[in-house]
Nanobody, 118 residues
Framework: QVQLVESGGGSVQDGGSLRLSCSAS?????LGWFRQAPGKEREGVAT???????SYADSVKGRFTISRDNAKNTMYLQMNSLKPEDTAMYYC???????????????WGQGTQVTVSS
């Protein structure tokens, strides 16, 4: 069992930045971020494997950067040029494969809210 704890959410203006963190209680091959806006399905945002290989949803490419510190079992999501459509609950996720679909996730964090106002 792996426990995931997110931090760093909040409210920003359009064009602002936020950095999310996720602390894992143990080793995980793949860590990632998903988000879910009200009335919408949960969607993958970015993933990173233990070797540092990354993948991003098209909607965040060039604006978000995922990284991890394996020694600390911690993952980060730097979000720049935020838009109102980025508003959602962001969930940290751990899995054994880095595929951006909720069905591949083995463990979920409790979520942290990100709100971007125009």
């Amino acid at each position: 069992q792996v426990q995931l704890v997110e931090s760093g959410g909040g409210s920003v203006q359009d064009g602002g930045s936020l950095r999310l963190s996720c602390s894992a209680s143990g080793y995980t091959y793949c860590l990632g971020w998903f988000r879910q806006a009200p009335g919408k399905e949960r969607e993958g945002v970015a993933t990173i494997n233990v070797a540092g290989s990354t993948s991003y949803a098209d909607s965040v490419k060039g604006r978000f950067t995922i990284s991890r510190d394996n020694a600390k079992n911690t993952m980060y999501l730097q979000m720049n040029s935020l838009k109102p459509e980025d508003t959602a609950m962001y969930y940290c996720a751990a899995a054994w494969t880095c595929i951006l679909v909720p069905g591949r996730v083995s463990y979920w964090g409790q979520g942290t809210q990100v709100t971007v106002s125009s």
